[in-house]
Antibody
């Protein structure tokens, strides 16, 4: 069965960087693009970006340009999300989610369990 | 960027009620609209995709409709396990989520 397992919670100081991993299993890793979505406490989800595990191509939301890097390791079927210059408002649950499509309509069925990133001095 | 606006932001309902949630897109998105349910401490779960297609395993009391800029999620007879927060999501251009509708007792 499809599983996305994320790394554990992180506590970081303002200005630091965080790198969250998402290990995929149960399917061919390079056949499906992967989103990263975050959710601040009490807020709706916010799309951060997407990576193509096959070629490594990425697209990031405008809000994160210059601070966000997504990478992948095909040997371990893992995608990574690294966010730099952390601020207190980056405190959120971070999710990876696989892009699935039915015809031309795409949506996210499989999600990681989430990684809580807390930014505090 | 495409903005998604949901209404209401919260509603109170009783088991057996018919519940309707509305989502409006800032520009036409055809039927590139998905609905998710989220419970506390859990990831979102897709209920409806392509505006009106029921995801496998989702009870038939959930239904969706709409196209262009106006969309609706309906729960025909609210069950205890349906108390949660619901989000619309556009997949026409990257992704944007609505701000959510909390369904509570």
């Amino acid at each position: 069965q499809v599983q996305l397992v994320q790394s554990g919670p992180e506590v970081k100081e303002p200005g630091a960087s965080v790198k969250v991993s998402c290990k995929a299993s149960g399917y061919t890793f390079t056949n499906y693009l992967m989103h990263w979505v975050r959710q601040a406490p009490g807020q709706g989800p916010e799309w951060m970006g997407i990576i193509n595990p096959s070629g490594g191509g990425t697209k990031y939301a405008q809000n994160f340009q210059g601070r966000l890097t997504m990478t992948r390791d095909t040997s371990t079927s893992t995608v990574y999300m690294e966010l730099n210059s952390l601020r207190s408002d980056d405190t959120a649950m971070y999710y990876c989610a696989r892009k699935d499509c039915s015809g031309v309509i795409c949506y996210e069925v499989y999600w990681g369990q989430g990684t809580l990133v807390t930014v505090s001095s | 960027d495409i903005q998604m606006t949901q209404s209401p932001s919260s509603l109170s309902a009783t088991v057996g009620d018919r519940v309707t949630i509305t989502c409006r897109a800032s520009q036409s998105i055809g039927t590139y609209l998905n609905w998710y349910q989220q419970k506390p401490g859990r990831a979102p779960k897709v209920l409806i995709y392509a505006s009106s297609s029921l995801q496998s395993g989702v009870p038939s009391r959930f239904s969706g409709s709409g196209s262009g800029t106006q969309f609706t999620l309906t729960i025909s007879s609210l069950q205890p396990e349906d108390f949660a927060t619901y989000y619309c999501q556009q997949s026409y251009d990257l992704r944007t989520f609505g701000q959510g509708t909390k369904v509570e007792i």
